[in-house]
């Protein structure tokens, strides 16, 4: 007789139970109010600034998305510890499967800093014209920006279940947001002043693309970016890092 | 049987941690899973609780693969870990309660457990301020939720004073007749183990020397335990003792002698020695060799 699968098999009690006491207790009470701040300060500079021009819209909706990456990223990071000093031994010797903890810190992470960063884009939106939700230039990019902070939180998953370690988890996630970028624009920009024949900042913003999918479509090519790439890129490469991860959890990972 | 481990191998990296190791445990057994630092000990237990992945080799725990029935396997099963590392920021109260509800159990059982492992007033206390007789008895608590079938004890009187290893291991033995569980405990330190297992699994370098019931092993490897017995009248109660089947050999000193006796007869040479202590002939006895470590000694070295 076949077996029904992990997902089929999942609890959400058990899932719901364990997400309740990470974010309690592991992730921290700080890191939850450091996200609904920011959701509170984006969803007033959105409100105060954002709805008179597009691209200062884009520009509030880009750097809000990289904090909301970053908190989503520590928080999720602590899995790291979690695995390697031995807790999750503790968890996962009653009656918590490994993909129903897998779920928990995914619940407990970035589902909850999606949400708020979504609640916190869309609260004052609807509030002040709800007509602008209809407008593709308005729910791409944060679409887009969701898209990139589902992108750098599956790599903070990711890293966490390679490495069992919070630290290496942090360093690459930093890696992805921060300093593998600015090390690219820093390049880039040498080049550029050097090299005049070849349209070397067109390249770098494709380049930054791969570590921002939102860059794909803004702020750099407002008009000309691919949205489509964009969301599929960063969508698609989260979707592929959280199932990598989650198999080398389930089938490769010792507790 | 409750758990079975056929032929299984474990390599971490380059280091074979499991050798193709076989065995059986029965239902409603005390079994000490023996052999020293690095035998391989936790890396099976932990493979029976589902937290690590054979290599090769197929294991079963009360009929179930613990890999692909997680839920099954610990809903009957309870464990310690060897080094426990607990959230130290959370109350005991909150980490038993968060446990209970993982095994679908009302607060209540948090309390029962609690009060079963003697820390029914450290329920609010931090975690971090529990010095490690009370974590280790944390430790039990938590293993204890849900009254499981089996109970896997990985090294539970370590790094305790020798006070808290006797109060420890008679709590393991009177938990055991409470709950009638199957209890595996593995230690490295062998006389405190042969008080309360019935049963053993000798584990050396990856491989299992020998397994079965301790009466049965004592018997096949001949192991003996020396009782010091100090007397007033060292050669009649020596002519005395020797007239007895399980003794072995006794030795004639100056106040005391030195008694050898089958490893299975040893309490009932005590019982004896009591009695003699009622009558005047014997001033007082001790063990002086536990026969558990003769008993793996003899095992690795027919192995």
């Avoid at chain 2, 099963?77 to 980490?95: A, D, M, N």
């Avoid at chain 2, 020998?210 to 192991?223: F, S």
Wanted: charged content about 15%; proline content about 4%.
């Amino acid at each position: 007789m076949r077996r029904p699968s992990a997902l089929r098999r999942l609890s959400l009690h058990r899932v719901m139970t364990h997400a309740d006491y990470v974010s309690t207790h592991v992730v921290g009470r700080s890191l939850l109010v450091s996200i609904a701040a920011i959701a509170v300060i984006h969803a007033f500079g959105i409100v105060t600034m954002g709805v008179s021009s597009t691209s200062a819209l884009a520009s509030m909706l880009l750097a809000a998305g990289m904090l909301y990456a970053i908190l989503a990223g520590l928080a999720v990071a602590s899995m790291g510890d979690d695995l390697g000093q031995g807790y999750a031994s503790l968890y996962l010797a009653h009656p918590l499967s490994r993909a129903e903890y897998f779920a928990a810190w995914m619940t407990a992470g970035p589902l909850v800093v999606l949400v708020a960063y979504l609640l916190s884009v869309a609260a004052p939106l609807i509030a002040l014209n709800p007509s602008s939700m209809l407008d593709a230039s308005v729910y791409l990019p944060v679409l887009c920006i969701a898209g990139q902070i589902s992108f750098h939180t599956s790599v903070a998953v990711f890293s966490s279940i390679l490495f069992k370690d919070k630290s290496k988890a942090i360093l690459a996630l930093l890696t992805v947001i921060i300093i593998a970028p600015t090390l690219v624009v820093f390049v880039g920009g040498l080049l550029a002043s050097a090299i005049h024949t070849v349209d070397i900042m067109s390249l770098v913003a494709k380049i930054v693309g791969v570590f921002h999918p939102a860059v794909f479509y803004m702020p750099f090519t407002p008009r000309g970016g691919s949205a489509s790439l964009s969301l599929a890129y960063g969508f698609g490469a989260s979707l592929i890092l959280y199932y990598l991860g989650y198999r080398f959890f389930k089938y490769r990972t010792d507790i | 049987m409750s758990i079975v481990f056929d032929n299984v191998v474990k390599i971490y990296g380059s280091v074979e941690a499991l050798r193709g190791v076989s065995f059986r445990v029965g239902e409603g057994s005390m079994t000490g899973l023996l052999g020293p630092n690095g035998a391989g000990k936790t890396t099976t237990l932990k493979i029976t609780v589902g937290l690590v992945r054979p290599t090769r080799g197929r294991v079963l725990v009360a009929g179930m693969d613990p890999l692909l029935e997680e839920h099954g396997v610990k809903s009957i099963l309870g464990y310690l870990p060897e080094r426990p590392v607990y959230p130290g920021f959370v109350s005991v109260r909150t980490l038993l309660r968060y446990l209970a509800k993982l095994r679908g159990l009302s607060s209540r059982y948090a309390e029962r457990v609690a009060r079963l492992a003697g820390l029914s007033k450290y329920m609010d206390s931090k975690i971090n301020a529990l010095s490690r007789g009370y974590l280790q008895r944390l430790g039990l608590a938590q293993a204890l939720l849900g009254e499981p079938e089996i109970l896997l004890l990985d090294e539970p009187t370590a790094n305790l004073d020798p006070a808290a290893r006797v109060e420890i291991l008679g709590l393991i033995a009177r938990l055991k007749e409470d709950l009638g569980a199957t209890v595996v405990i593995s230690s490295h330190i062998l006389p405190e183990l042969q008080q309360v297992v019935d049963h053993v699994i000798l584990i050396s370098k990856g491989r299992v020397v020998d397994y079965g019931p301790l009466e049965e092993l004592a018997r096949r490897y001949g192991v003996t335990v020396v009782f010091r017995v100090d007397t007033p009248a060292p050669r009649s109660l020596a002519r005395r003792l020797i007239d007895l089947d399980s003794v072995k050999g006794v030795l004639i000193h100056d106040g005391w002698l030195e008694v050898h006796v089958e490893a299975l007869a040893s309490g009932e040479l005590g019982g004896i020695l009591e009695d003699l202590r009622g009558s005047g002939m014997v001033r007082g006895f001790k063990v002086k060799t536990g026969y558990l470590g003769e008993l793996y000694e003899k095992a690795i070295s027919s192995a």
